[in-house]
């Protein structure tokens, strides 16, 4: 009997271990796929259309509920988006103007100069 309880209780541990570590996971900020939802917005960013297209403002709402889950979250999505940014050479003042072109309430600010860490 207390046999059965020690391996129903390891089995408890292990399935809830598994469970933490798989939301852990999950909370973790993936570039590829911040880079993935940014893809909308190319042709806004690099000055091809006047105004963000509406998978644009569906991505970047994507990313913004995303950046405020946490403060690491917002971090990393931050080093993510300048890092993308600085690499296709994208207009920083386009990227800004994708928040109040799309409606969105945040405050992350998009320059070169950002320093990511102090968010």
């Given at each position: 009997m207390v046999r059965n309880i020690i391996s129903l209780a390891l089995v408890v541990i292990v399935v809830l271990t598994l469970l933490i570590s798989k939301q852990y996971v999950n909370a973790q900020t993936n570039c590829q796929d911040v880079n993935t939802k940014l893809i909308n917005c190319e042709p806004f960013m690099l000055g091809?259309?006047?105004?963000?297209?509406?998978?644009?403002?569906?991505?970047?709402?994507?990313l913004v509920l995303a950046a405020y889950a946490s403060r690491d979250t917002l971090r990393a999505t931050c080093w993510c988006l300048k890092t993308?940014?600085?690499?296709?050479?994208?207009?920083?003042?386009?990227?800004?103007?994708?928040t109040k072109s799309c409606n969105l309430k945040a405050n992350v600010p998009l320059y070169p100069s950002v320093n990511c860490d102090t968010l």
């Open positions: 091809y259309l006047s105004k963000p297209a509406p998978q644009c403002c569906g991505s970047a709402h994507d993308a940014f600085q690499s296709f050479k994208v207009d920083f003042s386009y990227a800004e103007q994708i």
